[in-house]
């Protein structure tokens, strides 16, 4: 296990190395004058030439794009002060390290990420297994028919008529906000409560639709039937054999619906007015923020990278024979 987790994470550095590199240089190619930018209108050029050398934009550019790469690893100094690593740079737009900007806005992403995923995951699977169980009964019929229905609504279509009918008609929630959790648990869960439930509704229908099926096929694998055979319970049958087998094509859609909920985090906070990672990637690309676009991304990366490894983990664990391939 221990060197199938170092293949999987030195393949991760070289990956992230190589879009760092990218994001770098392609937005280098943008024909626009950086320091111009941040200056704004009416700027002179002695001013303009003092934001040039504070942002290291009069150094050629494969010294800077050096100076980004150690700043990850070691930190840089800048007129501003020191930036420790992991060092994203400053925000040409505010004048703030981009690795605070971000972590000061990725708590309200991560409670948005987690709290659906924890939900859909229990609804979903559950009902599911439970469709699965009662297999053509009007238990079953009922579950997949809803399910159907359920999964061809999206966050942008659901979100205001949820916001509509228990915020804005009825009163009977508060519009979403986001409070740490470390300051007061109830009213964290209760500002994310109407995002989380319309995230729910959506993935749960997938992952129903998903559990139920991958368990019927399962069901019918020859080891299983052997199981039957041998005078097993049904129930333990299903859940020692059948379960085990079906994850693996849950874990697959698994980790890239994780991927897909930090990649579309743009909408649900753009949806329900919430100043997270999404907002802060739209809000640095409309104002041409170079350092705070590249942080955002490289982030973004990042996670999507540690979600593939967990999910390789989870292979491993569920089928030995992963960490032989």
């Not at 319309?198 to 069901?219: G, H, K, N």
């Not at 080891?223 to 054999?241: L, P, S």
């Amino acid at each position: 296990m221990l060197q199938f987790l170092i293949r999987r994470l030195t393949g991760a550095v070289v990956i992230m190395f190589l879009i760092g590199a990218f994001t770098f240089f392609l937005f280098y190619t943008i024909p626009q004058d950086f320091a111009a930018l941040s200056c704004g209108k009416n700027c002179s050029p002695e001013n303009l030439a003092v934001i040039r050398e504070n942002l290291g934009l009069d150094k050629p550019i494969w010294t800077q794009f050096w100076d980004f790469m150690v700043g990850i690893v070691a930190g840089r100094d800048f007129p501003v002060g020191h930036c420790d690593a992991p060092c994203l740079g400053v925000s040409f737009h505010t004048g703030d390290f981009v690795w605070d900007s971000i972590i000061d806005r990725f708590p309200l992403t991560l409670s948005l990420t987690v709290g659906g995923l924890v939900i859909f995951l229990v609804l979903g699977l559950g009902s599911g297994l439970l469709a699965a169980w009662k297999r053509g009964t009007s238990l079953d019929k009922a579950v997949s028919g809803a399910s159907m229905v359920l999964s061809s609504f999206q966050i942008y279509f659901l979100g205001p008529i949820v916001l509509g009918i228990f915020v804005y008609s009825t009163g009977w929630l508060e519009s979403p906000k986001y409070v740490p959790f470390s300051d007061d648990p109830a009213a964290w869960a209760l500002g994310l409560l109407i995002p989380w439930a319309v995230m729910a509704t959506i993935f749960t229908a997938q992952y129903t639709r998903m559990a139920r099926s991958t368990m019927i096929e399962q069901l019918q694998e020859e080891h299983v039937r052997t199981a039957r055979a041998k005078g097993m319970r049904q129930r333990y049958v299903f859940f020692r054999y059948a379960w085990r087998g079906s994850l693996t094509p849950i874990v697959t859609i698994l980790g890239m619906d994780l991927s897909g909920l930090l990649a579309g985090a743009v909408v649900t906070e753009f949806t329900f007015d919430l100043a997270g990672i999404g907002r802060l990637a739209v809000d640095s690309s409309l104002t041409k923020d170079l350092p705070l676009t590249m942080g955002v991304m490289l982030f973004g990366a990042f996670f999507i990278l540690l979600l593939n490894i967990l999910v390789d983990l989870a292979y491993a664990y569920i089928d030995p024979r992963v960490r032989l391939a």
